[in-house]
């Protein structure tokens, strides 16, 4: 899988990504310090507060996390692949930064394998995990190439981690169902996921193609490069409070780009929308989409 090569015995079944990073931290022991990006999800930036270890907000641009300066953490939640939410991909250079501050500090990197397989440009990237398999555990879900009700992904763990990961499967139990891990590992061993991947990827390669079309010049707007994922990230001038009111005037939910900041940023544009379009047919998506562009207007 993208350059990634793991023994079984360091790879750990979950829930999801959130319970594997929940796992990862508990595993790391208490009074953690994590570093998240800001801009960044907000459901995995709500897992360490809600464990009582601290989270550090690191800044992020149109490339992701910005790796030059990094502090002294235990460790840096990090998307590399797709940046959330604006789809930044990390260049060659950030990466090998990033791994040198793991090794200088012996912090751990949590590599966010968000949409990584869903890439509208290019060929899906390596695994930040191959550059260093000793100081970086992988997320991997299948949510996004599925469906999210599977509620099943894995950990791919560094060797030092993985028997305390295992200690805390045993005392927390295999979330995860049975009946769900073997239909699974059949549907792998016969190529079909790898055959839904790439039709998904037509899909939603032509979907992006109508966000852009619908969305990508209306005048005091801009809309980021959309070159992975199932989602777009529009800045606008108009008040984000008002988008969002017009928006569900016309029965339209988006999320307003500011939650997604760990702090208000001081600058750099936090007002705007983050508009998803993984979930609904082509045309349910086009009607969407030209509400959307009457409230930012």
Do not use: K
């Not at 769900?180 to 549907?187: N, S």
Request: hydrophobic fraction near 35%; include cysteine.
């Amino acid at each position: 899988m993208r350059a990634v090569v793991a023994s079984p015995d360091h790879i750990i079944i979950t829930a999801g990504a959130r319970e594997g990073f929940s796992l990862i931290l508990q595993a790391l022991g208490q009074g953690v310090r994590v570093g998240v990006e800001s801009p960044g999800y907000p459901s995995l930036r709500r897992v360490p507060e809600a464990l009582g270890s601290t989270t550090v907000p690191l800044p992020t641009d149109n490339d992701g996390l910005i790796t030059h300066d990094l502090p002294d953490l235990d460790a840096i939640l990090v998307t590399p692949s797709h940046q959330y939410p604006h789809g930044g991909s990390l260049p060659a250079y950030r990466r090998t930064q990033l791994t040198t501050w793991a090794n200088r500090t012996a912090g751990l990197i949590i590599e966010d394998d968000f949409d990584s397989e869903l890439r509208h440009i290019g060929q899906p990237l390596p695994a930040l995990f191959a550059l260093a398999p000793q100081r970086t555990a992988l997320l991997g879900t299948f949510s996004s190439v599925i469906s999210p009700q599977v509620s099943c992904g894995y950990i791919v763990a560094p060797p030092h981690l993985v028997p305390r990961l295992i200690e805390l499967r045993t005392i927390f139990g295999n979330t995860a169902s049975g009946i769900t891990q073997e239909a699974l590992a059949q549907y792998l061993s016969t190529g079909a996921l790898r055959r839904r991947t790439q039709n998904l990827r037509r899909t939603y390669r032509r979907r992006r193609d109508t966000v852009i079309s619908t969305l990508g010049s209306i005048p005091g707007t801009t809309l980021s490069p959309i070159v992975g994922g199932l989602h777009a990230v529009l800045t606008c001038t108009r008040p984000e409070a008002d988008i969002l009111q017009r928006c569900r005037q016309r029965g339209i939910i988006v999320e307003g780009l500011s939650d997604y900041w760990s702090q208000h940023p001081d600058s750099g544009p936090s007002n705007g929308v983050v508009v998803g379009f993984g979930s609904h047919d082509d045309a349910t998506l086009t009607e969407a989409l030209h509400h959307i562009a009457w409230a930012v207007s």
